[in-house]
C-alpha cells in the first residue's frame, strides 16, 4: 500500500511539472506511458522505487517554483532513501542557475554557459542533499555499527563499481546472446540471453531518449537523466553487467517525459501503450513466478 500511494503521488507530481513546460496533453500522455511501461508494476512492489521517485520529483517541482527549502528537504530524503539520491545536487543547481524558474525573472539574459540566475542565500538548501545521506549513515552507525552497510551489500549481487563499465560488457554480452536466440529459444532454456538481450535493448532505448531530452527538455533534467543512468550502468554485475537496469531506469522521469513528448508530436501515443500494456502484464508474470528476478 505505501508503495502504491508513493506512486500515485509521483505521478501526480510528474503531472504537474511536466505541464508547466511541456503543456497538458504532453503532461497527461507521460503519466499514462510511465504507468504502463514494462517495468511500471516496481512502482508498486515493495522496492524503493515509488518513494524514491517521488521525492525526486518532488525535489524538481519545488525548485521549478522557486520553494528551495521544499527542495533541498525532498533531496535529502532521497539521499536518505537511496544513494544514488546525493547526485539530486547537480541537477538541482544547474536547475537554480539556469532555471526555468517559477520564483522569479532571470537576472541576465540566455548567453552561452553564463548562468541566468545569481546566487543568492536561498541555494544554500542544496547543501542539505547530501546531508540526508551522512544522517542515514550515522544512524546505521549507531544501530548496527558498521555505517558503511549500503555499499557493502553490494557484493551480495556480485556488484563491483566500475565508472560505465556496464556498457562495454552488457553490449558484448547482450549481441553474444541475441546470437544464441536466432535460431529459436528451447523450451525451460535461455532466458538468461533473453534477459541480456532486453536489459541490452533498454539500454538502447535510454541512450535515444537521453539525446532527445537534450534536444527537447530544459537542460536540468538531462543533467539529471545522464548522471542517473551512468550510475545505473556503473556497479556491473559479473556474468549480467546491466542487471537491473530496466528496474534502474523507471526513476530517471526525464526520460520517459522525453518518450511521451516524442510520442505527442508524433501522435502515437496509443501505439506506446499498446506495445507496452502486454509487456507489463508479461514482465509481471515473470516477476512474481521468479521467472525473471530482479
Not at 515493495?46 to 525526486?56: D, R
Amino acid at each position: 500500500m505505501l508503495s502504491c500511494g508513493c506512486a500515485l503521488g509521483a505521478l501526480c507530481l510528474l503531472y504537474r511539472l511536466t505541464a508547466l513546460d511541456l503543456g497538458a496533453g504532453v503532461a497527461r500522455n507521460a503519466v499514462w506511458i510511465y504507468a504502463w511501461l514494462p517495468p511500471a508494476f516496481f512502482l508498486s512492489a515493495v522496492y524503493t522505487e515509488a518513494l524514491f521517485l517521488l521525492l525526486t520529483v518532488g525535489a524538481f517541482f519545488a525548485g521549478r517554483s522557486g520553494r528551495w527549502w521544499a527542495a533541498g528537504v525532498l533531496g535529502a530524503l532521497a539521499a536518505a532513501t537511496r544513494n544514488g539520491g546525493v547526485l539530486l545536487v547537480a541537477p538541482l543547481l544547474v536547475l537554480y542557475l539556469y532555471g526555468p524558474r517559477g520564483d522569479r525573472p532571470p537576472d541576465l539574459p540566455a548567453q552561452g554557459l553564463r548562468p541566468r540566475y545569481r546566487l543568492r542565500l536561498n541555494a544554500l538548501w542544496i547543501v542539505a542533499v547530501p546531508v540526508g545521506l551522512v544522517a542515514y549513515l550515522t544512524y546505521l552507525k549507531l544501530s548496527l555499527g558498521h555505517a558503511l552497510t549500503p555499499f557493502q551489500q553490494q557484493s551480495h549481487w556480485h556488484r563491483s563499481f566500475a565508472p560505465l563499465g556496464g556498457v562495454p560488457m552488457g553490449i558484448w554480452l547482450g549481441l553474444k546472446s541475441l546470437v544464441a536466440l536466432v535460431p529459436g529459444i528451447p523450451p525451460g532454456a535461455k532466458m538468461g540471453d533473453l534477459r541480456k538481450v532486453v536489459e541490452l535493448a533498454f539500454l538502447a532505448v535510454c541512450v535515444w531518449l537521453l539525446w532527445r531530452s537534450w534536444r527537447k527538455l530544459p537542460f536540468a533534467y538531462t543533467c539529471y537523466a545522464a548522471i542517473a543512468l551512468a550510475l545505473a550502468v556503473s556497479a556491473p554485475t559479473a556474468g549480467e553487467p546491466l542487471r537491473s537496469l530496466p528496474r534502474f531506469s523507471m526513476v530517471i522521469f526525464p526520460l520517459w517525459v522525453a518518450l511521451a513528448l516524442s510520442a505527442t508530436e508524433r501522435r502515437r501515443t496509443r501505439a506506446v501503450l499498446a506495445v507496452c500494456a502486454p509487456l507489463v502484464a508479461l514482465w509481471a508474470v515473470l516477476f512474481v513466478s521468479w521467472t525473471w528476478a530482479a
